[in-house]
């Protein structure tokens, strides 16, 4: 795992499998980011088999089959959707065309599962939706800096033991590396969908999640480009302002200013108001102390710092795993996946109405 590179990190954990070998098949196809090793690694320790990778870059799927040496390489993605072993297709595509992948692995009667953003467009969206509604395939989505986090996963168990009351406000900073060899639709914004509609879409999936809401609107957002004039439809900088159903309100901001002297690729963090207390999550890093998965916790009863590095697992994948077999919703509803999805299109359609773009 290259904790210095977002785009290539690929959290491990213990395995945990819900399956035995051969239960439950998967295949990888479009592997444009790296998030599809992170996305592979969790169905992998929960139990599932891989069978097939697939990329139109043939140099990708070799690269891939050295991380996971009993893959085969699939010549087309017809060959991964005509295998009626394949329960599941995992994809990272081009944010842009991660919903068209999904049309056609749902259609070929498979689950799929996308890298966040899992869209970039309301039309997308609701083209998604109709397939879901016609095929019954699930549309989920790999939201890893809660997912895929474990100091996120015990801070859910947290609020859900109620630690801190009633969740009143959340405040998230997805800041990010920039790095080297980025390509070049990362700097597209009608490719990788723009700022909030991407890394942003983090943020507002934990917003929804931590306060509990089904539905929220969208106060204020604003996107900016400060220091890339080589790239103008590129966004290295944005925030947004939500407020959901029951009151709670959400600020976050993201950017990608990660200085070189720290020690990750981000310092993410999150920080939930409740009625009773608060928590911080330190998701990468504990700053001067080397530890990452810290969260701290103040309420009625005190003070309180847990380290949780290798203690909690990412149930997500096991349970994502049983949902497909029983066609259930315990790893993640796909109305909360597709709202999430859905406020990031509107952040940042609003902000790109205000800044005067399209």
């Known amino acids: 795992m290259n904790k210095n590179d977002g785009m290539n990190y690929a959290p491990t954990g213990k395995p945990q499998p819900v399956v035995k070998p ?23 320790e ?10 139109a870059d043939r140099e990708k799927c070799e690269a891939f089959a050295r991380q996971y040496p009993q893959v085969n390489i699939a010549d087309s993605l ?24 999904g049309l056609q692995v749902m259609a070929a009667g498979k689950d799929y599962f996308t890298d966040k953003a ?51 406000q959340t405040l998230g900073t997805g800041p990010h590396r920039e790095g080297q060899g980025r390509p070049g639709w990362f700097y597209e914004r009608r490719e990788f969908g723009g700022i909030l509609c991407d890394i942003g879409s983090h943020q507002i999936e934990q917003f929804l999640f931590f306060t509990g809401n089904h539905d ?40 990608w200013f990660t200085p070189d002297g720290l020690s990750t690729w981000g310092d993410g963090r999150l920080t939930l108001l409740g009625t009773d207390g608060y928590i911080e999550i330190r998701k990468y890093v504990d700053l001067t102390r080397g530890e990452q998965d810290v969260i701290y916790l103040v309420n009625r009863d005190g003070e309180f710092r847990y380290p949780v590095a290798g203690q909690v697992g990412f149930p997500f994948f096991g349970e994502l795993i049983l949902d497909c077999l029983n066609r259930t919703e315990h790893a993640m509803s796909q109305a909360h996946a597709f709202k999430a999805a859905e406020l990031c299109v509107k952040a940042q359609m609003q902000a790109n109405a205000t800044n005067g773009g399209a």
């Open 216 to 255: 929220a609107t969208i106060v204020a957002s604003q996107t900016r480009n400060v220091n890339h004039p080589q790239y103008p439809n590129f966004e290295d900088f944005g925030d947004a302002l939500l407020r959901g159903d029951n009151g709670a309100t959400g600020y976050s901001r993201c950017d």
């Open 78 to 101: 017809a060959t991964i959707l005509a295998d009626n072993e394949v329960q599941l297709v995992a994809g990272a595509a081009v944010p842009a065309q991660r919903c068209a992948l």
């Open 46 to 55: 929960a139990g599932a088999t891989l069978k097939w990778v697939w990329d």
């Open 22 to 44: 051969g239960e439950f098949v998967f295949a990888a196809a479009a592997l444009d980011h790296g998030h599809i090793y992170g996305m592979c690694n969790g169905l992998l």
């Open 118 to 168: 899992p869209l970039t467009t309301l039309e997308q969206l609701d083209d998604a939706k109709a397939m879901v509604a016609h095929t019954g395939r699930k549309y989920a989505v790999y939201y890893s800096e809660r997912l895929h986090v474990e100091s996120a996963v015990f801070a859910g168990q947290l609020v859900k033991q109620g630690a801190i009351g009633q969740v009143i």
